[in-house]
């Protein structure tokens, strides 16, 4: 069921862009793509850093606008802690330079504007004001039906770490994976201490691999801990890995094309077909979001049960399926956090030049109208 928020006014329509980004932003500015009057979603850059040229910022934030399909006006929300300047010409707004360039660029593009505004703890305005004067923030009222779309009070950050769990399922999980470990060393070949009943189970598991990555895609409840320490030895091996964002992004019979191509290349240096790279570098048509979204629940839970030298692989994972959702800050913050264990982890550093050239992958821009 599509959810539609009307907006009548300015602060009517500050009142629903939390509901179109997911998410209160903070200290950002929130662009929101528009085909007529309609609008079915919110991009979120980090403000600009000073020493970033203002027309370079404002000519590549346009350009991610006009990469959405059938966008012919945008919409411009500054989210910022910084207190606007009283002069005696008047009140300026932060950010107003940074803002009057885009719209300029925006222009310059064939784009119209149908908002420009500012949100600071002081209240809220119009930057097209001729006189800007500042509103109480009393006035940002979310719409009843917005909370049909969920809880957007936390900001760009809330939900990106890791989850709470219980320290005995940590020593459950890692106990488990020096098992797997032993019997694994590089892949199942081998065989588990036959007096470990709970390293066999997780072993067991691993019999069938794309099977039991397609169950973590339709998982409802949190992995049990013997499933979690399978799964931390999946991401924790580069072919499996990978297998596992193909699968997850697709099906499960991509899961097994992918999973033999990257134990041909593992094996032999045989050429990855170009269709399972396309799918890593977020081109092709649109996954599943709630099976991305169940695939990152799960990824994120057995995580957090791993022991701190086994993160990094899952990690990433993390990373990719929070990139794959639109969420480029939260797969930012899991690539920090793996990094943070391991430097040089190839796949880390791969999606980090990946991200920051692509921004967000080409699914992300055709929205509800390219599904």
Do not use: K, N
Request: with cysteine.
């Amino acid at each position: 069921m599509t959810t539609v928020l009307r907006a009548s006014d300015s602060a009517q329509f500050l009142s629903i862009v939390p509901a179109l980004a997911g998410f209160t932003p903070r200290e950002s500015i929130a662009l929101l793509p528009f085909h007529g009057t309609r609008s079915d979603g919110a991009m979120r850059l980090d403000l600009p850093d000073a020493a970033v040229p203002v027309l370079h910022y404002a000519a590549a934030a346009v350009e991610l606008v006009v990469r959405v399909p059938g966008t012919d006006a945008v919409a411009v929300v500054v989210y910022t802690d910084e207190p606007s300047q009283r002069t005696p010409d008047g009140l300026v707004l932060p950010h107003a330079v940074m803002v009057d360039t885009l719209l300029g660029c925006a222009e310059g593009a064939g784009l119209r504007a149908v908002e420009a505004l500012c949100v600071t703890p002081e209240g809220w305005a119009r930057y097209d004001d001729a006189e800007p004067a500042l509103h109480p923030l009393s006035d940002i009222v979310p719409p009843p039906d917005a909370s049909a779309l969920g809880d957007v009070s936390g900001d760009q950050f809330s939900g990106a770490g890791l989850p709470p769990v219980p320290a005995a399922e940590e020593q459950q999980v890692a106990r488990v994976l020096r098992g797997l470990d032993g019997a694994l060393p590089s892949g199942p070949a081998g065989a588990p201490d036959p007096a470990d009943a709970e390293v066999i189970a997780a072993y067991a598991l691993l019999d069938d691999i794309p099977a039991f990555l397609e169950a973590v895609a339709l998982a409802r409840e949190p992995l049990q801990p013997l499933a979690a320490a399978a799964l931390v030895w999946c991401l924790g091996r580069p072919p499996v890995r990978d297998a596992a964002i193909a699968q997850w992004a697709t099906d499960h019979r991509r899961g097994i094309h992918t999973m033999e191509a990257q134990l041909a290349f593992a094996a032999s240096g045989a050429p990855v077909p170009d269709d399972i790279g396309r799918v890593f570098l977020g081109r092709g048509p649109a996954p599943d979001g709630e099976r991305l979204r169940t695939a990152l629940h799960a990824v994120r839970h057995a995580t957090a049960l791993a022991p701190r030298g086994a993160r990094p692989g899952p990690l990433t994972v993390a990373a990719w399926l929070s990139w794959a959702l639109g969420r480029a800050t939260h797969a930012g913050r899991y690539l920090d956090m793996a990094r943070e264990i391991d430097p040089d982890y190839s796949l880390a550093l791969l999606l980090d030049t990946m991200m920051c050239g692509a921004v967000l992958p080409e699914w992300a821009f055709r929205g509800r109208r390219g599904e």
